[in-house]
């Protein structure tokens, strides 16, 4: 019954490659994030997607692309990986209220390390 | 624009001792406001929620939180420490805009002595 998951767990990979993880939730909320956490824990929010159309997109290198296929669903794609994209990536989901959005739910995380 | 301010990049406490987060917050509107727990290697879970009901917060494993508007502070206690109590936690701030952010604090490590 797991309320967001994220695939894989933990990906290493070397400098230059392309990789994706996956996010799912079943919550049926309409609005999907992805976070990255650095090793000093601080977490900056990278993309949203709410039904599937981008609303965040914060200052992130354009080799990262999110794609929506469907509200339920949220991919991250990564190409020419570099040492300084080795964190741990959230990806989170919530519903939105107006202006405003409730609580976000978190997936367990996917820990990157490129080599 | 919304934000939050974790005072105390770690505290420290004894088994049992009173647990006290500290948490201000700024916005121009009414806020909602949050704690999350991070255990190692997981993800953020959600402790409790202010969204301008009851002013003090009742939340998982006997926590809560009090908002109190004239000191823009959203502080978190806990009356006895239990070791497993040992985690990051994030003050934040949902943010009033049509992007909907929710705004994090830096995080507070909390540790516990035995």
């Known amino acids: 019954d797991t309320a967001v998951s994220q695939t894989p767990k933990y990906l290493v990979t070397q400098m230059g490659n392309d990789k994706s993880i996956k996010c799912e939730q079943n919550l049926g909320h309409d609005t999907m994030y992805w976070y990255k956490q650095d090793s000093k824990k601080f977490l900056k929010i990278m993309f949203s997607y709410n039904n599937k159309e981008l609303i965040i997109n914060e200052t992130v290198p354009n080799r990262f692309s999110p794609k929506s296929p469907d509200k339920a669903h949220l991919n991250l794609h990564i190409n020419s990986l570099e040492l300084g994209d080795s964190a741990v990536y959230f990806c989170?989901?919530?519903?939105?209220?107006?202006?405003?959005?409730?609580?976000?739910?978190f997936g367990p995380g996917t820990r990157l390390t490129v080599t | 624009a919304q934000s939050v301010t974790q005072l105390g990049s770690h505290v420290s406490v004894s088994e049992g001792a009173l647990v006290l987060l500290r948490c201000n917050y700024s916005?121009?509107?009414?806020?909602?406001l949050f704690w999350y727990v991070q255990y190692p290697n997981q993800g953020l879970q959600l402790l409790l929620k202010y969204t301008s009901a009851a002013t003090l917060v009742k939340g998982i494993n006997g926590f809560e939180a009090e908002f109190k508007k004239s000191e823009t502070s959203f502080h978190l206690t806990k009356p006895s420490a239990h070791m497993s109590d040992a985690a990051e936690y994030f003050c934040?701030?949902?943010?009033?805009?049509?992007?909907?952010?929710?705004?994090f604090g830096s995080g507070t490590r909390l540790s516990i002595r035995p």
């Open positions: 934040a701030v949902t943010e009033y805009s049509s992007a909907s952010k929710i705004i």
């Open positions: 989170a989901s919530s519903q939105r209220g107006g202006r405003r959005t409730y609580e976000q739910y």
């Open positions: 916005s121009s509107v009414p806020p909602y």
